[in-house]
């Protein structure tokens, strides 16, 4: 099972409202990430976390809030987003050792829209 | 930084081979990765290479990796309607904390009949 499970698939918010993106996997990886992607770029890495702790913070504004609660569920709490912020928004996991392979699965993504 | 770079479009026949470069920053990258990515999908990981290799072989698909060069390639055998997405090359740095990738900028890949 190599399946990364991204909720919701869709979502539309206004500037004010207060939504969460959900993560999760079952593969045992130790390392989960958030990337942004806008239309016609490649993903950019967000944040990284290693065994539930947050260890690369890619200078994201705080309207940007992950959590970690344990090792299979990643979110991502959203609060006072802005209209440029809508994207399509990927979740990821891999191993978490350094030296080794540490390919990355992708879930399919939320595609965000803020009006 | 510099960007990992790719060309922006390739157009091939159904059942023509089809090969899309990369050329990227960071030669202390231990793993490079390809990724295909569908209309409104997520990323699919392809294949990688390890940096001390200078081939793999993976089915329809070969990897080319010239390291005095910094440059990557994908080599897609027979290639199929399906096989019609973007497809992202990317560099690794791995940290005590994970995997960070930076990705290619992107090669849309059009398959015609």
């Known amino acids: 099972d190599t399946e990364v499970t991204q909720t919701p698939k869709h979502l539309v918010m206004g500037m004010t409202n207060k939504k969460s993106l959900k993560c999760e996997q079952h593969m045992g990886h130790r390392a989960m990430y958030w990337y942004k992607q806008k239309a016609k770029k490649p993903p950019e890495l967000m944040f990284v976390?290693?065994?539930?702790?947050?260890?690369i913070n890619e200078s994201v504004p705080s309207r940007f809030s992950p959590e970690c609660p344990n090792s299979s569920l990643l979110n991502l709490h959203l609060h006072a987003l802005q209209p440029e912020d809508s994207a399509l928004y990927l979740c990821?996991?891999?191993?978490?050792?350094?030296?080794?392979?540490?390919?990355?699965?992708f879930g399919q993504g939320t595609r965000l829209t803020v009006v | 930084g510099e960007d990992v770079e790719q060309s922006l479009f390739l157009s091939v026949r159904e059942g023509d081979s089809s090969v899309i470069n990369c050329t990227y920053t960071?030669?202390?990258?231990?793993?490079l990765y390809w990724y295909k990515q569908e209309p409104g999908a997520g990323l699919q990981l392809l294949t990688y290479i390890f940096s001390n290799m200078d081939m793999k072989q993976d089915q329809r698909l070969t990897v080319l990796l010239n390291k005095k060069d910094k440059h990557l390639s994908l080599r897609i055998a027979d290639t199929q309607t399906g096989d019609s997405a973007i497809y992202f090359c990317?560099?690794?740095?791995?940290?005590?904390?994970?995997?960070?990738?930076?990705f290619g900028t992107g090669t849309q890949l059009k398959v015609e009949l």
């Open positions: 990317a560099e690794s740095a791995v940290t005590g904390g994970g995997n960070k990738l930076t």
């Open positions: 990821a996991s891999s191993q978490s050792q350094q030296g080794r392979n540490t390919e990355a699965f």
């Open positions: 960071d030669s202390s990258s231990t793993y």
């Open positions: 976390y290693s065994y539930e702790k947050l260890s």
